[in-house]
């Protein structure tokens, strides 16, 4: 089944503790993205990816890290979380040549 | 602000009845994308127009688009509660890196049954 992975789906930590949220693709897809969700806010894009160690900023991207090594995985990195990064996240990827995105089911990270 | 911009924020009707939202941009796109997303669960993609079209249906979502008014419109026709959900569309912009999306902020649709 085509689908799009995150891992973990909930998490609550603490300002300062390094968290890395995992995201993983099965379609071959070269295109990954992360966003972000808040209320009143719709999704926001962090970072986004073109294809195997090519990455570029999104609208938000201070405070967020991202590798892609390969092509089916892109870890979404925070070095140290802090309260206003409390958010639903979401990994989505789509193919070369098609802008439909496919997404994961979310994470939601509550940061205290 | 945000490039997508969606009205209503918010919109309810009974089953049946026809749901329409608008989405309007600020700047040339490429093409606009419609997606769908259940109560804090990941969007799902419904449709996509680009910028050369003028509309495109898929069963009973009808799509414009309006590149001088910079603006699109989605058309949910005899509704159903299943339908109920927030509506986001995103566009991607001309002059950009390709992977680069913008999303509006979303249209609650609930549908009475």
């Known amino acids: 089944e085509a689908q799009v992975t995150q891992n973990p789906r909930y998490l609550i930590t603490v300002t300062g503790k390094k968290l890395t949220v995992t995201c993983s693709q099965n379609?071959?897809?070269?295109?990954m993205s992360w966003y972000r969700q808040d209320p009143g806010l719709g999704l926001r894009q962090i970072y986004y990816?073109?294809?195997?160690?090519?990455?570029d900023k999104g609208d938000v991207p201070e405070g967020y890290k991202v590798s892609r090594k390969e092509k089916r995985n892109f870890p979404l990195i925070l070095e140290s979380p802090s309260p206003n990064q409390t958010s639903l996240y979401f990994c989505?990827?789509?193919?070369?040549?098609?802008?439909?995105?496919?997404f994961g089911p979310g994470t939601r990270l509550t940061v205290t | 602000s945000q490039q997508g911009e969606e009205d209503p924020q918010a919109l309810s009707i009974q089953e049946g009845e026809n749901a329409t939202m608008n989405c309007s941009y600020k700047?040339?796109?490429?093409?606009l994308q419609w997606y769908r997303q259940n109560s804090g669960r990941g969007l799902v993609h419904l449709i996509l127009?680009?910028?050369?079209?003028r509309e495109k249906h898929s069963g009973r979502l009808r799509v414009t688009l309006d590149t001088s008014k910079k603006s699109s419109s989605l058309l949910i026709t005899a509704s159903r509660a299943a339908d109920t959900a927030s509506y986001f569309c995103?566009?991607?912009?001309?002059?950009?890196?390709?992977?680069?999306?913008?999303f509006g902020d979303g249209t609650t649709l609930t549908v009475k049954p």
């Open positions: 989505a990827s789509s193919g070369q040549g098609s802008y439909e995105q496919y």
């Open positions: 379609m071959n897809h070269e295109y």
């Open positions: 990816s073109m294809n195997v160690e090519v990455t």
């Open positions: 700047t040339s796109i490429n093409n």
């Open positions: 127009i680009r910028s050369n079209e």
């Open positions: 995103a566009t991607d912009l001309t002059n950009t890196n390709a992977g680069k999306s913008t």
